[in-house]
């Protein structure tokens, strides 16, 4: 049975697992001024990054609305099982319009078969998620094993994040101006995770930029000691030698079966600033 992998704008996918798993995305809405933009369709990584570096305001984002949904779904052949991975519902409305954009179609069509699952995660967590989906659709999974299996993933991803510079965190109001002027002087760099809701929160604060990549790195194997057939994912903002580095030392202590790198999209990016890193990995 075929079946098609969904998600959004929120999730961070390296080519050669989009192409394999032909995922289908659905965009978000990026704004620079009054210019709006559509994630990976109307503006490139390159065109972001070039903008963001010509402005003095981060941009704004906005999570695609239940039309946009009902539109992906119905582009997609009425027999064939759809499965939508959402970004967090911890962190934006997604989920809600992705399962709005399904209430949508079934009205017109009650026979799909439509399912939207809350990821509790993001970025390169999502691409973990629809790697383990393209996997057991290969093991020829049924669609509601699928579903079920999908869902107890969820619960045993761990996301966990390290930002190199506070910047765009104090210029998107998520950090006090003040206390972020401090945190920069002592050269603080947060460890942050995505909690067991979908939020994220603050883990650690480290000082310095080598001891943080070590904490990043040792913070694994609190939350897995069994890598036998375990992928990681990992994504990083305009920081590619930066990620492949740490990458390396990570496959150095911690034999995963297999590893993806991508760059973050503009939503996580916007935040995370440049080399923040983003890993995502099934704990125990």
Not at 122 to 147: D, F, I, P, R
């Amino acid at each position: 049975m075929h079946i098609q992998l969904m998600t959004d704008g929120g999730a961070d996918i390296p080519k050669r697992l989009s192409d394999e798993a032909a995922v289908r995305t659905v965009p978000l809405y990026l704004y620079f001024g009054d210019q709006e933009y559509r994630t990976g369709t109307t503006i490139d990584l390159e065109t972001f990054y070039r903008k963001m570096a010509s402005s003095d305001k981060l941009p704004q984002s906005s999570a695609p609305n239940p039309h946009d949904f009902y539109q992906a779904y119905k582009h997609v052949e009425p027999e064939t099982p759809i499965i939508m991975l959402s970004l967090s519902n911890g962190l934006s409305v997604t989920y809600e319009n992705a399962v709005r954009g399904k209430q949508m179609l079934l009205e017109e069509e009650p026979d799909r078969q439509i399912e939207v699952i809350n990821s509790k995660t993001a970025s390169c967590g999502l691409a973990l998620l629809l790697h383990e989906a393209k996997t057991k659709v290969n093991e020829q999974y049924t669609y509601e094993q699928l579903v079920q299996h999908l869902r107890d993933r969820v619960e045993q991803t761990s996301t966990l994040f390290v930002l190199k510079t506070l910047e765009n965190l104090i210029l998107g109001g998520r950090l006090d101006r003040v206390k972020g002027t401090i945190a920069k002087t002592l050269n603080i760099k947060p460890l942050m995770r995505g909690s067991d809701e979908g939020t994220i929160e603050v883990t650690e604060k480290v000082r310095g930029d080598k001891k943080s990549i070590r904490r990043f790195i040792e913070q694994i194997g609190a939350y897995t000691k069994d890598f036998e057939g375990k992928v990681l994912a990992m994504s990083h903002c305009n920081a590619e030698s930066r990620a492949k580095k740490v990458l390396e030392e990570i496959k150095q202590h911690y034999p995963f079966k297999d590893t993806y790198l991508t760059e973050m999209g503009p939503l996580i990016a916007t935040y995370a600033g440049e080399g923040g890193l983003v890993i995502s990995f099934f704990n125990d």
